[in-house]
């Protein structure tokens, strides 16, 4: 079969262990429509960077580590940048990936994406891995240059089709880490009975040299990752609610 849909990626990762079950194949994917203050992959917020490449390319590349994913119940996850942004070639994909070597699918996404184009790729994917940066809207704002009705919209749709998703929260100090909106979060989630997992990430600067790089001042340069004893209390306040909190 020839595959006609093209997509634009700005990498892959063959051996990823933290971006769904088991070894995955990651694919991040150009361009997001956030500009959130702490993104490590800053060079993937413009949607005409990275390369053009076609379906058959990418399951070729997967094909060659196939028993890893195969031996570890892992699969392929499309992260980013925002896939939903290329949501025909994630459909393309992930339905060729599922048919040709029955691997499990994972979208990591923010959730910020019109409900009609993700119709589509979400029938295909086994797994949401749903990133939230905070509960309060201003907050939100602050952190990302966009609101949370579309990510709202986009949950209960979720949560309407019963698909499994796991939370991934970063703990930012002075952004994220304040105990009363963590408890509101956390609170809030408990409407979704379709969430598997919640995923506790602390905040790191990993990603700050790709913003000097670009010639561009990071935002929070300065900003200190948090303490173990933050981490613990911020999963300790999702348990309490109930959830399984992914361990290191």
């Known amino acids: 079969m020839i595959y006609l849909i093209k997509g634009r990626i700005h990498s892959v ?27 490590h992959n800053r060079d993937a917020w413009d949607p005409r960077g990275g390369r053009e490449t076609t379906v058959e390319e990418i399951l ?14 892992g699969g392929v996850t499309a992260t980013g940048g925002e896939p939903a942004l290329q949501a025909e070639f994630v459909e393309e994909l992930f339905s060729e ?13 923010a959730g910020f994406a019109e409900i009609s184009k993700t119709e589509g790729f979400l029938k295909v994917t086994d797994l949401v891995l749903l990133s939230i940066k905070h509960i309060d809207e201003i907050k939100h704002k602050e952190i990302t240059g966009v609101g949370t009705s579309r990510i709202l919209a986009f949950m ?9 998703v796991w939370i991934r929260f970063v703990v930012i100090p002075g952004l994220t880490d304040d105990y ?8 809030f989630l ?16 990993l990603g700050e040299y790709k913003w000097e790089e670009l010639g561009l001042e990071y935002p929070l340069k300065g900003t200190p990752e948090p303490d ?12 309490e609610q109930g959830f399984s909190i992914s361990e290191d």
Request: glycine share 8%; net charge positive.
């Open 60 to 73: 070729e590349d997967i094909a060659r580590y196939l028993p890893f994913y195969k031996n570890s119940g």
């Open 180 to 187: 009363e909106d963590i408890r509101r979060l956390a609170q």
């Open 156 to 164: 209960e749709y979720l949560k309407e089709i019963n698909k499994p």
């Open 97 to 109: 990936v599922k048919n040709r070597f029955g691997l499990n699918t994972a979208l990591d996404t």
């Open 190 to 205: 408990k409407g979704f009975p379709n969430i598997q997992l919640i995923d506790i990430l602390p905040y790191h600067t």
């Open 13 to 39: 990762e063959t051996m990823g262990t933290v971006d769904g079950p088991g070894i995955r194949y990651v694919i991040f994917t150009q361009g997001c429509p956030l500009r959130c203050v702490y993104c």
């Open 228 to 239: 173990k004893e933050t981490i613990r209390k911020v999963k300790q306040v999702f348990r």
